[in-house]
């Protein structure tokens, strides 16, 4: 055999199904790690964005319109997190699988219940969170609601591997709710403890493990905290105690560290997604990093 039908001889098998692996792009590092844990060996994952950038502001580069546009699915948080980026990338992609509305792209925010949701849109009050607070990766009974949806949809799309991601799925599910019951009981103590949130990033962690937000340090979403609203942050808690003060690894944390120094309560890091700090090193390390770090400032004092 000569080099050229070589050569057709690979294209030809690389062309037949079931020997390619789904492309598939994440948004965020989150729904990379999980496309990850369902697809396994067939899946080729790529993620837009790493647990150091604001998942709010991306540039659509290059190389990522280059991404999208040999993408089977992609996977992002919809609810308008990705709305600066999100509509221009996939538009410059020409990619027509994975244009909203299709089965290759996927909102993770379509499948839980989102809080905060505005009753009327004022978008005065920030230009962020209009669809309802899109920071769902925060509850892990979230990621569990958008598991089964991607196995369903990953299923749809290659069906070959049909039998291969239902048996991953459960896999990761009877682990997860394993995971699950031990977070549980490690976050119980932290039931009921006061916080203060830099951003409203937070609010579907609260909502499980039951800590209550007293103060947010941006004054809208994604604007910068004043000193004068610092201030008036650090005069509310006299009468409103809080405990300690959140703000996720990719932001800079001025304010929660001004606050830390002026109020006396721990400035915590949160990782907030997979590779945010040293210990999310996937997603149950996420969870496992998260609570540490809860637990261990909430017991500083
Ligand atoms: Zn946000």
Not at 35 to 44: I, N, R
Not at 292 to 300: T, Y
């Amino acid at each position: 055999m000569n080099h050229k039908h070589l050569i057709c001889l690979v294209l030809i098998l690389l062309s037949l199904p079931g020997h390619a692996a789904l492309r598939v792009l994440a948004c965020e590092p989150e729904w990379g790690a999980l496309a990850q844990e369902l697809g396994g060996p067939a899946v080729e994952v790529a993620v837009a964005t790493t647990a150091l950038q604001d998942p709010h502001q991306i540039q659509a580069k290059p190389s990522l319109i280059a991404r999208a546009r040999n993408a089977d699915l992609v996977v992002c948080t919809g609810a308008e997190l990705e709305v600066g980026w999100l509509p221009v990338l996939l538009q410059q992609s020409g990619n027509a699988r994975v244009q909203a509305g299709q089965p290759g792209h996927f909102a993770a925010a379509d499948f839980v219940r989102k809080l905060d949701v505005p009753s009327q849109l004022d978008r005065s009050q920030g230009d962020v969170h209009a669809a309802g607070n899109p920071h769902i990766q925060t509850d892990p009974r979230n990621i569990a609601l958008v598991a089964t949806a991607l196995t369903q949809r990953l299923q749809q799309l290659d069906a070959s591997h049909a039998a291969d991601y239902a048996q991953r799925g459960a896999d990761f599910s009877r682990r997860w709710q394993q995971a699950m019951q031990r977070w549980a009981t490690q976050g119980a103590p932290l039931r009921g403890v006061p916080v203060v949130s830099q951003h409203k990033a937070f609010v579907y962690l609260y909502d499980w493990l039951g800590l209550k937000e007293v103060a947010v340090l941006e004054p809208k979403p994604g604007v910068e905290a004043t000193a004068s609203h610092l201030q008036s942050v650090q005069g509310a808690l006299k009468a409103t105690p809080a405990r300690m003060v959140l703000y996720a690894a990719y932001q800079d944390p001025r304010s929660s560290e001004w606050l830390s120094r002026n109020a006396g309560v721990p400035a915590v890091k949160i990782a907030f997604t997979v590779g945010g700090t040293e210990g999310a090193r996937d997603l149950f390390g996420l969870f496992d990093d998260t609570l540490a770090r809860l637990l261990a400032a909430g017991a500083a004092r």
